[in-house]
C-alpha cells in the first residue's frame, strides 16, 4: 500500500520573538552571539490548531519553542494551519 505520509512541520524548534496582531515572528534560537539567523513572520488565525504545551493561539508568548504547519493563501503570505508548543 502507498499512503500518503504525514505533513512534516515547514519550520521546526524555533524561538518566538514578536507577537502581532496577525502574524508571529519565529527564528531560529541565538546561540551564537556572533551569527546573524533569519526571521520568519507567518500569519495566524484565531481557527489556526495550537497544541503541546499550550492549546490556544492567544497563548502563545514570545520565548515559545515551536514547531509550525503553514500554508499560502494563492499569494506569498504563509499561514499558520497549526502550531505545536514545545518545553
Known sequence: MNEESPKK??????LVL???NG???ISPPDNDPEASYP???????ENTKVEGEK???NK??????????TRT????????EKIVVMK
Open 9 to 14: 512541520p515547514e519550520y521546526k524548534n524555533l
Open 73 to 80: 493563501d494563492g499569494s506569498e503570505k504563509e499561514i499558520t
Open 60 to 69: 502563545l508568548r514570545v520565548g515559545d519553542y515551536v514547531r509550525v504547519w
Open 18 to 20: 514578536e507577537i502581532k
Open 39 to 45: 526571521a520568519y513572520e507567518v500569519n495566524k488565525e
Open 55 to 57: 492549546k490556544a493561539i
Open 23 to 25: 502574524s508571529i515572528i
